[in-house]
């Protein structure tokens, strides 16, 4: 039987309290083997997976994913905010009719094989020329694809066909459609208002809410002067644009969303920034060409006449594929690109049958056009298709305007970045003359015609600010970071010594920098041994206990012949060993820039095939190969607090925890969960799933697990044995005692997802406590609290009193809104946690769905605010928890795994038969198991 908690905890950093033997099973899991190939499942097999799984969960377990937590209480005490919601009132309308207005297609004027879905804008205006023929009065409203609503029913109840002309895209030529509508439903508006009230049970009344929504937008998205992308609106305007470089701008919008809130109905309304293709002549500023010249060393468009690499062409025809150009040599005319040549103008030859003769692109256009071009080396834009080509030179083309650029570079994204982030004062103003002077929604009439009244100011919040948490450093020295003042929220290292220092008995040095510019001896302070020099003294002024032997390891430069960074780390390993007599704990490892690839490639050999955590530093910020270092010193501590979580150390712990936090005296886990997902448009790149759990009482070193998904697949598919290998952790950790309670922080889940992960993943948490109490002949049913934390929002809290003011102008660290703006019901809150930098700070929303214990609002809230002092990288506190901040960063690390993660599809994986993909993963080593070589 089960020996009861209460024992206190046992020693430094263990629990006392109750047992569990561990399961022999579970602990002699497989581990992958490092590189080895993996099928990654079918959709239809990652389903069943998951209904597997569920299946060994009992039924009285399930029961947590069906009843969803309702708030406690309010926090108490408060100062007021704004936040950018508007008060949404309904002010008498009940309900609204629903069509189905998806049968627009166009006619064709030949056989072309299956139709493709209209684009938003297309159906737009399709639907435009519809209401202007048939006269509709004003109230109709469309979202842009099949979804037609109407405040009242003017309407026939009929199927009802219809056939408009409207201007050709991508032709001169006009388009006839032929559209169907019918009626589908009638929407009842009424239960929005039960539902803020508290009175319309559990589940939002999404149709009402979507066609409330779809009347907010409609007059907006309808304008053709506006680019309307999901729920944000662009215009073209000069105010509104900025240059990004390499033929990209940055335009400036608004994007909004209606949201039932605990205050009634509130439309959330942010500043948006987006990426778009700049309306210039496409052969000067294309980013194909920018691309090009900077990939290959060119000064100019002529340097074409050397030709392109096989890669370079490669690159460069993924770049400008389904960009829409425009032409003038014969009148204005648009077309679609979808592909480039290999050779240019001059080069590119094809039968003229008119000529009865082969003839270059470059002589047709002279003899057809009369136009002489002026850079015949310039490879040709194919827009018609691989089997019936149609060459267009590219120097007489312009992009079309209100094209999206997806991909940025890295300086593009830096100067995006710095446009959109914009001071909260600006901020404010930008949405205040987005809602009432563009979008003019206070006297919008088709809103008004739902019966909806859009107030004209932001909603004012009660706001409370948290008092940041005492920390505890070295055993004597006890620090709280101000919550006043520059420097409220942070804290300098400088003469303090971490809390529980780590020993370093043996390291490693290897180097990728360009050994003649950083190979010089330590007399120069720009070199690569003086820096090392000054990293040694910053590790051990934190109190780290450096090795008996004096001194370094010779550095192992990176021979750039060799294909495989891992041979140089291990020839350091090598090194390190000969020199201290014992095998290195960490690898130091500089890195000649910011290079995603080559860093993937040192942290999958480290993490994967040597087991050996690595330190990796960039010349540029370590101030390498300069003649006069500059902010050597705070770097070299920022890499020590990393250092020492690595190597098992803690940094800094909450001073006075258990009087802060009375539950906590008794034995608890806090974990992380969150699954990266691929970038881009690849259909086969699996998602990379990473659990964390803490292994101390003070919450500060956590023990990770990383999981490979299916493709784009959210669900964590096998929670139930991940958070048993975690819980054995603790166990082994802990002197074999277990955790009381549980409190589960999950990451990256949308509203729409949240049924999905609390029927499927809370009972698995519960499943695998039962499961290991069952393997020891024992019952164990610890007390679970799963919350949700969101930062892909559209909230913002900008202060009222320039006392509740941080230095950027943002909210203080520590403000709470858990009124007015959140859930009707249900116990979330927003939270801003960390002082601002740049821009407007964002809150992070936490949202409970379950809460076994339970807590009150004040205790969760203070909890987690707490936890955000003690993220192990920087002194200051952070955005989101940490646990949720560590679960992102091993989910990260865990794409530097897969082979090739960040390249195309094709380079990532290949399709066997039957669309099957197999993928080249390598796990994390067994070392590393149950330490933090993730940050």
Known sequence: MLRGGGGGYGGSGGFGGARIAPDREATQGTVARPGRSMRLPTKEETGRQLEDVMATVPDSLKELGRTRVQRPGFGREGRQVKAFHYDVTITGKARAREDDGGGAEPLPERECGPLKPLPANTC????????????????????????????????????????????????????????????????DIKAVVDFVRGKGGADIPQDAIQALDVALKHNTAMNPKCQAFARAFFWQDPDKVRPLGGGAEVW????????????????????????????????????????LARSAGLRDVREFS??????????????????????????????????????????????????????????????????????????????????KPNYLPAELCTIAPGQRRLKLDERQTAEMIKTAAQPPDERARFIEKS?????????????????????????????????????????????????????????????????????????????????????????????????????LDALASTGIRMPEVGGMPECVWHNPNSLYPGDTLKAALEMGAAYFGTQPQIIFVCLPDTSAELYKEVKRASDSFLGVPSQCFVTRKASIGVPAPRGRPQYCSNIAMKVNAKLGGTNCILDGMVSAHPWTSKPFM?????????????????????????????????AAEVLLQGHRVEIIQDLKETMKKLLLAFYRANRHYKPERLVFYRDGVSEGQFNEVQSAEIPQIAAACAELGESAGETYAPKITFIVVQKRHHTRLFPTDPRMRDRSGNVQPGTVVDKAIVHPVEFG?????????????RPTHYHVLVDQVPYSADQLQKFTYDLCYLFCRCTRSVSVCPPAY????AAFRGRSMLSHADSSESETSRTTGGGRTQVEFASIHPNLATTMFYV
């Open 886 to 889: 560590y679960a992102h960063l």
């Open 252 to 291: 400036l919008g608004y994007q909004q969303s209606l949201r039932p809130c605990e205050s009634g109905l509130t439309l959330n309304v942010d500043l948006a920034a987006t990426a778009f293709l700049q309306n210039l002549l496409l052969y000067i500023l294309t980013p194909v060409h920018e691309y």
């Open 124 to 187: 737009r205006m399709v639907m435009q020329a519809v209401a202007e023929q048939q006269q509709w009065p004003l109230g109709w409203v469309f979202d842009g694809f099949k979804n037609l609503y109407t405040p009242n029913a003017f309407l026939p109840q009929h199927e009802t066909h219809y056939e408009v002309t409207i201007p050709g895209e991508d032709t001169p030529r006009e388009r006839s459609f032929a559209i169907r509508i019918k009626w589908a439903a009638t929407v």
């Open 829 to 841: 809150f927003f939270l801003n946690s960390h002082a601002g930098i740049q821009g407007t700070s």
């Open 670 to 702: 806090v974990c992380g969960a969150d699954v990266t997902h691929p970038m881009g448009f690849s259909e086969t790149e699996p998602s990379i799933a990473a659990v964390v759990a803490s292994l101390d009482r003070y919450c500060s070193r956590y």
């Open 435 to 535: 809602v009432t002077e563009f979008a003019r929604l206070p006297s919008d009439e088709t809103v008004r015609a739902f019966g909806m009244k859009v107030d004209s100011h932001m909603i004012e919040v009660d706001a409370r600010v948290l008092v940041p948490p005492a920390l505890s450093y070295s055993r004597t020295t006890s620090i709280r970071p101000p919550d006043h003042g520059p420097q409220m929220g942070a804290w300098n290292l400088q003469r303090l010594q971490f809390n529980n220092p780590a020993t370093i008995h043996s390291f490693a040095l290897a180097s990728f920098a360009d050994q003649r510019r950083a190979g010089r001896g330590r007399e120069d302070p720009g070199s690569l041994e003086a820096f090392m020099c000054d990293q």
């Open 306 to 387: 050397r030709g392109m690499t096989p890669m370079q062409h490669k690159k460069a025809s993924k770049a400008i594929a389904g960009i829409r150009v425009e032409t003038s040599h014969v009148g204005k005319r648009a077309y679609k690109v979808k592909g480039l040549t290999e050779r240019g103008t001059a080069h590119m030859m094809f039968f003229n049958s008119e000529e009865n003769r082969e003839m270059s692109v470059a002589e047709y256009f002279e003899i057809r056009y009369k136009v002489r071009l002026q850079y015949p080396d310039v490879p040709c834009l194919n827009v018609g298709t691989p089997r």
